[in-house]
């Protein structure tokens, strides 16, 4: 199983990012499936979580209301749209399936800063 996050960058305060995870050696559809993100000092965070089918989802406090995760099991990739972005959004981003992990995949990384 290979987990790949891409997407983030460098963002001002207020600012979006589409961040995508290309997910290979699985069929997502048979998976509920999550972003977490890991700040500088911090432990791993779940941020969202998605059902198998995209029709229900979950998010963090911290996010909700700015945040929306997604799918697309067609191209086994899942989606974190992220808006009105603060500092404190900035972390390494990473997505993997919900109850039993793969091997995490490397992150990506996003950075919210003047």
């Known amino acids: 199983v290979q987990l790949v996050e891409s997407g983030g960058g460098l963002v001002q305060p207020g600012g979006s990012l589409r961040l995508s995870c290309q997910v290979s050696g699985l069929n997502i559809r048979n998976y509920d499936m999550n972003w977490h993100r890991q700040a500088p000092g911090k432990g791993r965070e779940l941020v969202a979580t998605v059902t198998k089918d995209g029709t229900g989802t979950n998010y963090a406090d911290s996010v909700k209301g700015r945040f929306t995760i997604s799918r697309d099991n067609a191209k086994n990739t899942v989606y974190l749209q992220m808006t009105s972005l603060k500092p404190d959004d900035t972390a390494v981003y990473y997505c993997?399936?919900?109850?039993?992990?793969?091997?995490w995949g490397q992150g990506t990384q996003v950075t919210v800063s003047l």
């Open positions: 993997n399936k919900r109850w039993v992990e793969a091997a």
